[in-house]
């Protein structure tokens, strides 16, 4: 996603974390609010002409709000409206951005809704708990990925079979919305940046480390303290494991991958002998 999609996300951000208020009574408002995101977002990757009708840089903004009124006003929160009229006031580089759009935004409101009910460090632990899962079993990430049989919200059944009786119902929603809807790969990558998303509300820098083992306490205090050395505060650490690495971890945070696995060494050394 471009500079100007990435600030038209950035500004409804900021209208959900403004009208989700942590003084709210309404335990599901931000969940209803989520829900009625992806639901646009559902209709918008269903219809592109209803995503380049609403995101047409040639069009005027008051005449892009008046569109989205008369297509949502009736069915969703003026919350949800609201956070509608931020988006389609923005600029997008592609039309098609303003999925990827109302899916984070989304995203962002079931996080701020956890933290407003003193939520956010159940999603942290149950996000790590599902990425280790994940990671430990590549026929269920299979299966819940594109390459899964049947549709998206059979694959986000399968989710909520096998996770719904053990995780929260913000962590559920996140990973019935991401499941089915990635291509292969992509699901690991997702929910690590939301769990940093979700790190981020609480002031702190999330850094994933996958090792190929458990590490003992001197091997954790000498990567904490490496850690906090190369980015410069302390950061946070999500611990999983991956036998596959054969040894030594692979470290992400952002964009920033650090990849010191045995497995990976010998791989660039298999293509370096075949060249």
Same mark, same amino acid.
């Given at each position: 996603?471009?500079?100007?999609?990435?600030?038209?996300?950035?500004?409804?951000?900021?209208?959900?974390?403004?009208? $989700?208020?942590? /003084?709210?009574?309404? &335990?599901? %408002?931000? $969940?209803?609010?989520?829900?009625?995101?992806?639901?646009?977002?559902?209709?918008?990757?269903?219809? @592109?002409?209803?995503?380049?009708?609403? &995101?047409?840089?040639?069009?005027?903004?008051?005449?892009?709000?008046?569109?989205?009124?008369?297509?949502?006003?009736?069915?969703? &929160?003026?919350? /949800?409206?609201?956070?509608?009229? !931020?988006?389609?006031?923005?600029?997008? +580089? @592609? @039309?098609?951005?303003?999925?990827?759009?109302?899916?984070?935004?989304?995203?962002?409101?079931?996080?701020?809704?956890?933290?407003?009910?003193?939520?956010?460090?159940?999603?942290? +632990?149950?996000?790590?708990?599902?990425?280790?899962?994940?990671?430990?079993?590549?026929? $269920?990430? &299979? %299966?819940?990925?594109?390459? =899964?049989? =049947?549709?998206?919200?059979?694959?986000?059944?399968?989710?909520?079979?096998?996770?719904?009786?053990?995780? +929260?119902?913000? !962590?559920?929603?996140?990973?019935?919305? %991401?499941? =089915?809807?990635?291509?292969?790969?992509?699901?690991?990558?997702? $929910?690590?940046?939301?769990?940093?998303?979700?790190? @981020?509300?609480?002031?702190?820098?999330?850094?994933?480390?996958?090792?190929?083992?458990?590490? /003992?306490? !001197?091997?954790?205090?000498?990567?904490?303290?490496?850690?906090?050395?190369?980015?410069?505060?302390?950061?946070?650490?999500?611990? /999983?494991?991956?036998?596959?690495?054969? =040894?030594?971890?692979?470290?992400?945070?952002?964009?920033?991958?650090?990849?010191?696995?045995?497995? !990976?060494?010998?791989? %660039?050394?298999?293509?370096?002998?075949?060249?």
């Amino acid at each position: 996603m471009r500079r100007s999609s990435r600030m038209s996300v950035d500004a409804a951000q900021s209208v959900v974390s403004r009208i $989700l208020s942590p /003084t709210s009574s309404e &335990t599901d %408002q931000g $969940l209803r609010v989520a829900e009625e995101l992806f639901a646009i977002a559902d209709m918008v990757r269903d219809d @592109s002409r209803l995503g380049r009708s609403l &995101t047409d840089p040639a069009r005027a903004r008051e005449d892009k709000v008046r569109l989205a009124d008369d297509l949502f006003a009736a069915a969703v &929160t003026s919350q /949800t409206l609201e956070v509608i009229h !931020t988006l389609v006031e923005g600029e997008w +580089s @592609s @039309s098609s951005d303003i999925i990827e759009g109302l899916e984070q935004v989304g995203i962002h409101a079931l996080l701020r809704d956890a933290k407003s009910h003193d939520g956010l460090d159940r999603v942290l +632990s149950e996000l790590s708990d599902i990425h280790q899962v994940l990671l430990s079993n590549r026929e $269920l990430r &299979t %299966q819940l990925s594109v390459l =899964g049989r =049947g549709s998206s919200d059979d694959r986000a059944a399968l989710a909520e079979k096998i996770f719904g009786p053990h995780v +929260s119902a913000w !962590t559920l929603r996140i990973v019935r919305r %991401q499941v =089915g809807r990635l291509n292969k790969g992509q699901l690991m990558s997702h $929910l690590r940046h939301i769990a940093q998303d979700a790190a @981020s509300l609480k002031d702190e820098n999330l850094v994933s480390v996958i090792s190929a083992g458990p590490l /003992t306490d !001197t091997q954790m205090h000498r990567l904490q303290t490496m850690l906090n050395e190369k980015l410069g505060e302390t950061v946070s650490i999500d611990m /999983t494991y991956d036998p596959s690495l054969i =040894g030594g971890f692979r470290i992400i945070s952002g964009d920033l991958v650090i990849d010191s696995s045995i497995a !990976t060494r010998l791989r %660039q050394l298999h293509q370096s002998l075949a060249h």
